[in-house]
């Protein structure tokens, strides 16, 4: 039996049709390097100053929303000795390769000016950049005012420059999605993310799965209580429970990310050759054709036709 070029062209299009599935149940789409979380104690730094040598040390922690929280502690040696107590308070911004975290902080502790006791107030603030890529801290710079006093007297106030660290932890997180596609394309589902443990964001899921690509387009929009926090996927192929091939824009924990998927290498797939080309459906079909006593591959003229019939019988 032959087929023509025209029908092999045919069936390789409906198996190709055939290939693209529209998403339909949940998937998980791993995402690295992840956030930036301020998170733990940083090393000290000291700067001398005109008031002496002012030495700065914080731990802090930061939530899903990139709320960040925390104390920390000045000491002072100079003229004056003070060692005061800080109540931090900030956030994260920036993109997870360039992250940056405002810090306001409040000061409360005790000072010596010779043989007497000073109560220490004051407040400040730093900014918190990654000093070189691949950081495992933020280096901070901002100012500093404290003021001393004597009972309920203010005996003096000083504004000095202040150096700092603060640690940080990059940490992968997953995007859980659960799907299900209409039968005009429209894509709707719900998600949330995770950062190795309970679920941080909700989302409501809404786009649009194109058969002909395989591919999808999705807007995840943060419900009640993740409104500020948003994700969008990009010529996503769903598939085995993942997704590849596509691009993943999000923002998360107060920091913006964009991560490309990597490629999830596929099966072959059928393929329809030009008139006048090999048609090979099936690559391992050649072993059955060594033999000097087979006969000629049947052919319609232009196309030699493999694969699609059964093994002749071999002359013995």
């Not at 690295?32 to 730094?45: H, I, K, N």
Request: hydrophobic share 40%; glycine share 12%.
């Amino acid at each position: 039996m032959r087929l023509s070029a025209a029908l092999i062209c045919a069936l390789c299009l409906l198996a190709a049709r055939a290939w693209a599935e529209p998403p339909s149940g949940s998937y998980v789409i791993p995402i690295a390097p992840g956030l930036v979380f301020p998170s733990g104690a940083a090393p000290e730094t000291c700067e001398v100053t005109s008031e002496g040598t002012v030495c700065f040390s914080t731990n802090v922690a930061t939530d899903a929303t990139g709320a960040v929280t925390g104390g920390g502690a000045i000491t002072i040696d100079g003229t004056v000795t003070a060692d005061i107590a800080l109540t931090l308070d900030g956030r994260v911004s920036g993109t997870t390769d360039k992250p940056k975290v405002k810090l306001g902080f409040l000061a409360a502790g005790t000072a010596m000016q010779g043989m007497t006791a000073l109560d220490v107030r004051g407040k400040g603030k730093v900014k918190c950049a990654l000093a070189a890529p691949g950081a495992d801290a933020l280096s901070c710079r901002g100012k500093l005012k404290l003021c001393a006093f004597l009972g309920n007297q203010k005996v003096d106030c000083a504004k000095m420059p202040l150096e700092a660290q603060l640690a940080i932890e990059r940490t992968l997180f997953e995007i859980n999605l659960n799907l299900v596609t209409g039968l005009n394309g429209g894509l709707t589902g719900t998600a949330n993310v995770d950062v190795g443990g309970p679920a941080i964001a909700s989302y409501a899921a809404k786009g649009k799965y194109k058969a002909s690509a395989d591919t999808a387009n999705a807007v995840l929009k943060g419900t009640s209580g993740s409104a500020k926090t948003k994700i969008v996927l990009k010529k996503v192929v769903f598939e085995a429970g993942s997704a590849s091939s596509g691009q993943v824009v999000f923002k998360l924990a107060g920091q913006k990310g964009k991560v490309e998927l990597p490629a999830i290498v596929p099966l072959a797939r059928p393929t329809c050759q030009p008139a006048g080309s090999f048609c090979d459906v099936n690559p391992d079909s050649a072993s059955l054709f060594t033999s000097p006593d087979n006969p000629p591959p049947p052919s319609n003229g232009d196309t030699l036709l493999f694969g699609i019939l059964g093994a002749p019988r071999l002359g013995l």
